[in-house]
DNA sequence: GATGAATGAGAATTCATTCAT
DNA sequence: AATGAATGAATTCTCATTCAT
């Protein structure tokens, strides 16, 4: 840090951030008020007067911070999603090869649901809703996470570890799939558990499937599948 | 009886037939109706107007044959699903071994999802959904498919064709997550292709896995993870 | 009887009545049981279907023998009401003098009533409505009733028994009054009795009042309605 | 505190009160206004829509006042009712002796139902009404009035004024009768007159009965009555 | 005459959004 | 900026009445 950058960071905290802050404050307050309560009841059950409740404001001051209520849960994709992705960048960066990434992305997606339980919630829920306002923010998070997963899918195809006939749509899905649904299993038992615990049996399953024998056991549908003899 | 009454016999049973059937016929193009708009609009955005209008009927029509909206759903969930879930267990006894019967409930099951696609998008959309109401519907749906599942893990682990050490909740999962969001992808697809043409390939990868090599070279590690260097 | 009238009801009862009584059989027992049905649930929170299900027939059966609901009430209370107070008048013309036509009418009026308790309920009820559709039944009725105790006072005013200084209305008034608060009492009371057995008690109390003295106890006053000193 | 706050402080206390009438006034307005519909028109054939418009505010602004249509009828009953007879308690209070408290009490019963002619029409008028949910506030009111009545009536009884053989239950009955139908008679009136008026010769009418004679005329009677032979 | 399925007008109630304070 | 009372459009649901069978 350089002093000008220095001074900017003092200046800054002194002069901006106290009200910036109280800004921010209340536009995570209310965030945060909106994603427990969509959590609890989704989304169309829950009324802007419950989630100003829950962030201790006044119905009126959402609409300070946010359009009307869709917005609300345009930032949640917006907001809330996207910086739980640069958490997901960050660790498939850190990983060596392909598996490593892949190992490291459902890591920190399963630690990163794990410790905000009412953003997976809402996340789950609300990802899985078609026509609606936060289509467009939905699709493009969709995106992100899909484009991330295929760098890795190229990247193991390209190293080996992956096999290169695979279609790379067909696998991307059965990984978001399974990750989807563990996380959705997690949510829904009722006897808690540690969800970042299920990360590498999981990346072992998706690697080496569920079958006792590296053969295909049927040899025509191996052959139709053309992904059999090896 | 004489000819006269005989013949009054069998107009008043083509009557009572052709009323009978009406009555069947509009309890089903009610539910129809529903899920096509539910489909396009999703349950919350649904009016019930607009299913009356849709299915021909007045709006006081609908509530001759369903209690009240949420109800509608949960008639989805309990009629039209459950039959397409005869369907899928049918499909299941008719496959020799574990795997064959794997096969088969993939395949059936997106065999019927690609025929009722508004089926294939409510079933996707709501079961995501919070519905206080429908709620037992949905579990009690949702345990009929896993317990399929979990029966063919099962008798693939003591048939040898699935891995003994695999906990079962884990398999069940993965292959739920991986089927339902080659589903969703179809369903979000803007260019159409053949669903059922998944079936196979996705069998193929839920056995074998993504990854290249045969065997993971240390069984012990690679079942717990660790599985990595090769 | 003469002989032909005596042929009349004789042929009367042959060809007719079967198929009127039948008639009047349904008119008469839908008109019961929507008299019970609004016993029990006020004329307001009555429904057509309640009361056809009551009286045994189709919804729409009712429309046959009734213009509308509204027209269920105003027959109540020009049949049932009426045919209750030819009882009550002809109780009346068997009385001698005033107070015994008095003690009469009040003796038949709580045995009718109390005959007939889903009547008492609806009368009672429906009576203290106004702006009704079955308005000016009631006030025919009402008039019916008021007429034939203003005969009764005034005969008591001309034969003595009845203070001749007393304006009819209020003496009237005070009568009905507490005749219906007699039978309200009843109607509301968890302990069930006799209510006929009110009747002589009721008509002593309305003849010598509350009063122990046989003075107005209060001179003024006295002087100010000039009944006091007899 | 400076001038200027000091300022603040009262318009702030200004507009709190102003804001607190407010709302208070708008409760009141809309009670007052659904006492004049359902005055007009009966509890259950007037609309919410009828009392907003004739209280001046939106559909919406009667529920925040009210809980529902029911609610407002609750209200009246436990509010305007009670206000009134606080009235009542407070003018028997000031009558020495029996009979002058029961001459007060009718006298400013009269007094405010003939000042608030709307609240006298729907007392009168639901009151007699079968309301599962105002029930309980109609049976507290009807038991209050009739508490206050007893009290009288066994002070008279001590005092000498009323005789000590009549039954309170009887003697209760009769006098709520007849000052409700005093009011009644009053209401349905097409010709206007002073209701007030009518509360002395009510007084005298029960104290000292309509009959001419201070015996009973019949001796039988008397007797079965045993409140002859004084 | 009898039926009861169908109708659709009408009513209560909710709730996102606005705006004066 | 913050408030929260007020709004009124929109929605669900009921039920008297009709009419084809």
Redesign the pocket.
């Given at each position: 840090m350089n002093e000008r950058s220095f001074i900017n960071g003092v200046l800054k905290k002194d002069r901006t951030i106290s009200?910036r802050e109280?800004?921010n404050d209340?536009y995570e307050r209310i965030l945060e008020a909106a994603i427990k309560v969509f959590a609890e009841q989704g989304f169309?059950?829950?009324?802007?007067?419950?989630?100003?409740k829950e962030a201790?404001?006044?119905?009126?001051?959402?609409?300070?911070?946010?359009?009307?209520?869709?917005?609300i849960l345009i930032q949640f994709f917006r907001h809330k999603t996207r910086q739980a992705f640069e958490g997901f960048k960050k660790a498939v960066e850190e990983g060596a090869h392909a598996l490593e990434k892949l190992r490291n992305l459902i890591r920190v997606h399963l630690e990163t649901f794990q410790e905000d339980r009412n953003m997976a919630v809402v996340y789950q829920t609300e990802t899985h809703q078609i026509h609606r306002s936060a289509e467009a923010q939905i699709k493009e998070m969709s995106k992100m996470y899909l484009d991330l997963l295929s760098e890795i899918i190229k990247q193991g195809q390209t190293e080996g570890s992956i096999r290169k006939e695979l279609h790379l749509t067909l696998v991307r899905g059965v990984m978001v799939g399974a990750i989807d649904e563990v996380i959705n299993t997690w949510l829904h038992s009722r006897i808690p558990y540690d969800l970042v615990a299920m990360a590498d049996p999981l990346v072992e399953l998706l690697i080496h499937g569920v079958g006792a024998s590296r053969k295909p056991e049927n040899p025509e549908k191996a052959n139709r599948q053309k992904g059999g003899k090896r």
């Open positions: 009200s109280n800004r209340k169309y059950q829950s009324t802007v007067s419950q989630i100003a201790g404001v006044a119905d009126g001051t959402i609409y300070l911070y946010f359009k009307n209520k869709d917005d």
